[in-house]
């Protein structure tokens, strides 16, 4: 990549950050976002990872993580343009996992496997985590296991539990916690009864 490219995709992954964070107010301003610096991050590492120095490449994502505040990104992760996460703590992005473009994620979601005791059945070099496809949007606290597929345009709601593929535009929701009404004391009803005019 030429040097004026790497400027160009700079200045559009910080009017990414821009665009999608309401409350920066300037391209300075999303410089200290902490998601861009694991963006950044992980595509340095990436680069290394692709060369075969994966030690060096690790050691990199590792030194992200602790400057990001806890965005885990494993170099080995392919990753699309106008790639926004917001507030970012707890974010963990495994090795195999493939990211289209203009996709969001929100605070601590995961984007995982199923666990060793599966992965080390799979054939060697095949996908263990998730491909999300472009504009796909993932709520706080999802988490995403095995090599499932998102479609395009997916919304994953925040808290959501997803170990199956979903389609293009679907809407995966967690259950919202409902509300109910503390239980009245017979004293309680008889002064609510009490209250109501008698007609």
């Known amino acids: ?86 507030h970012g703590s707890g974010v963990v992005i495994g090795e195999t996992a493939v990211i289209g473009e203009d996709v969001t994620l929100f605070h601590q979601v995961t984007l995982g496997s199923v666990g060793w005791w599966h992965d080390r059945r799979r054939p060697r070099g095949s996908r263990r985590h998730p491909a999300v496809g472009d504009r796909v949007v993932i709520g706080a606290g999802a988490t995403l296991l095995g090599p499932i597929t998102v479609g395009d345009g997916a919304v994953i709601g925040a808290k959501a539990l ?20 503390p239980r009245r004391t017979r004293t309680e009803a008889v002064r609510e009864l009490a209250a109501f005019p008698s007609w």
Do not use: K, Y
């Open 1 to 86: 990549m030429t040097p004026r490219a790497l400027v160009r995709a700079a200045l559009a992954d910080i009017d990414t950050v821009r665009d999608r964070d309401p409350s920066l107010a300037s391209r300075t301003e999303a410089l200290l976002h902490p998601g861009l610096l694991a963006l950044w991050g992980h595509r340095a590492a990436h680069s290394l990872h692709r060369r075969g120095l994966r030690r060096t490449a690790r050691l990199l994502s590792v030194v992200v993580r602790v400057l990001s505040g806890g965005i885990e990104i494993h170099p080995g992760a392919r990753i699309g343009r106008g790639f926004f996460i917001d």
């Open 162 to 181: 997803v170990m199956s593929d979903v389609p293009a535009g679907a809407r995966m929701l967690a259950p919202q916690a409902d509300q109910h009404q």
